[in-house]
């Protein structure tokens, strides 16, 4: 794990740390924030906007590469970072997460899932074995197991044989490693992390949660939280959850965007997590910013020439009001989601960076309780 997993710095008085994640595609800074681009591009934005926010990873979503363009068409052009002309780190999501979001268009049984595809209803069937196999030609630099992502709402029963089902597919995949790295020299270089799952209940997770570090993982996820729970019980069952994983491989929270969760997250001793929220709340009129986040649709903006946060030194920051910013949404302008974007991923960025720099001089708890007073203490305006 050295030459993968690096820790730089522990904070003292919590789980924060510091560390650095060695890909193919090079070095990742953590705790880091992974913009989604599940379709091979993060929404209303390009790369170049990207790199010079010092995005390092961004996460691709294997269900819909696989509908569209599809595996061979990716092979064909040397994988996802020559298809789309992205030269850093690319984490690949296996899926499970459309097991939770299109579960009426999907059957599970105890070899994979049959999928509906979203395009055409097409039947596609997924065996965890070939969601490896598919990132390693995709050319993934951290590819994710097959889970079963499931409703915080299910009883014992059920998310009991959900957990089982997604630790023998995590079995299943690490026998078929082995053989596809033998088939593909390239997968070599293709790091693959394990998800805990569990549910809402304790001793679930702690069962997957020792069950998955005891697994020959590069990395542990944890799956099945921010699923439509109450914040407060996201954060027990992930310190909770935390707990109970081998610390010396990278954590990564799976779904999970807004600046307070994050800073959390980080307490708990998370080191990745991704979410659609920055790039989704950009094209409904939405902006995060020190004091909260906003409504550019908000009336009291249409004569507001300030920007969106006069803290930020983004291209959006720099250049436009909130005036012009709700003038464009206002007119359905495309612009609108472009700056907007702009802002809230180098909102994100910041704040992450922030966070790195706290713990790396000791002072992350302070900073913590500073940064969410001041965030929360303003309603959505």
């Avoid at 052009?77 to 690319?90: P, S």
């Avoid at 999501?93 to 268009?105: A, E, R």
């Avoid at 099945?224 to 407060?232: D, N, Q, T």
């Avoid at 790396?360 to 302070?366: A, I, L, R, V």
Wanted: glycine share 8%; net charge positive; hydrophobic share 40%.
């Amino acid at each position: 794990m050295a030459d993968f997993f690096k820790i730089l710095k522990k904070e003292s008085s919590c789980s924060a740390r510091s560390a650095l994640i060695s890909t193919a595609h090079g070095t990742i800074r953590t705790p880091v924030f992974m913009p989604v681009g599940t379709k091979a591009t993060v929404k209303a934005i390009d790369h170049r906007q990207l790199y010079g926010m010092g995005c390092e990873i961004i996460l691709g979503n294997l269900y819909h590469l696989y509908l569209q363009p599809g595996i061979e068409l990716l092979k064909k052009t040397g994988g996802l970072h020559g298809f789309m002309n992205w030269n850093r780190a690319i984490l690949t999501d296996s899926g499970g997460f459309q097991v939770f979001s299109l579960n009426k268009i999907r059957k599970i049984n105890e070899d994979g899932v049959q999928f509906r595809s979203v395009i055409d209803g097409s039947s596609h069937f997924f065996a965890p074995e070939d969601v490896i196999k598919y990132q390693a030609e995709a050319g993934s630099d951290i590819a994710m197991v097959l889970d079963e992502c499931i409703p915080f709402t299910e009883d014992a029963k059920y998310t009991s044989g959900a957990a089982n089902r997604t630790l023998n597919w995590a079995e299943r995949s690490i026998k078929a490693l082995s053989r596809i790295k033998q088939e593909n020299p390239e997968a070599e270089k293709m790091r693959v992390f394990g998800i805990i799952q569990g549910g809402f209940i304790k001793s679930i997770r702690k069962f997957c949660a020792r069950a998955v570090s005891s697994m020959d993982f590069d990395g542990i996820a944890i799956g099945g939280l921010s699923v439509g729970e109450e914040r407060e019980k996201t954060m027990e069952m992930l310190a909770y959850t935390a707990d109970y994983t081998d610390r010396s491989k990278p954590l990564y929270f799976m779904g999970l965007g807004d600046p307070p969760g994050i800073i959390d997250a980080i307490y708990f001793g998370t080191d990745m997590f991704d979410c659609v929220m920055p790039t989704r709340i950009s094209r409904m009129g939405s902006a995060f910013t020190s004091d909260g986040k906003i409504n550019i649709k908000n009336k009291k903006f249409t004569d507001d020439f300030a920007p969106l946060d006069a803290e930020c030194a983004c291209g959006t920051c720099k250049n436009f009001s909130k005036a012009y910013i709700r003038h464009l949404f206002k007119s359905r302008e495309i612009l609108a989601a472009m700056l907007l974007t702009v802002h809230n991923l180098m909102f994100i960025f910041n704040l992450v960076e922030n966070a790195r720099a706290a713990i790396e001089k000791g002072t992350f708890e302070g900073f913590r309780q500073s940064f969410r007073e001041r965030y929360l203490s303003n309603a959505s305006q």
